[in-house]
């Protein structure tokens, strides 16, 4: 077997067993459901600024979201990067802010999503949604705590 016969083997493999597959997503179901969702989200009042403040260059962002949900949904690989760590540094994501962007993201999928696929898009971006609000929550505790332990002085 060839190099390109095992890739498209390995391919044709994954598209058996993602999620999106059965749920009808497709790669411009994707893009379709980033770029309707980030529009919204630029003008939101609480969420745009707070994107505005870390993404300097939105088509560059659109792609690499577009790459993170085929990899979530169509388990194509095609994300390289760490979400956990492109969030820990902005200071100005408050937890409030997930509930917000997942209530956007949910009314975004339902609107150009059909039932099957809006629902898979919902349910994966409730987990990552949550982690994310978790990892964060915990990153900012032990940066309190390591700041408290710091400040402190030896009675």
Known sequence: MTDAEDLAARTARRAQIAPGTAA?????MIARQVHTFYARVREHPRLGPVFAAHVEDWDTHLAKLCDFWSSVVLMTGRFKGSPMAAHAGAADIQSSDFAVWLELWRQVAREVCPPAAADLFIAKAEMI???LRQGLEMLRAAGSQRARRTLSFPG
Do not use: P
């Open 24 to 28: 009808g997503v497709d790669e411009a």
């Open 129 to 131: 949604g949550e982690s």
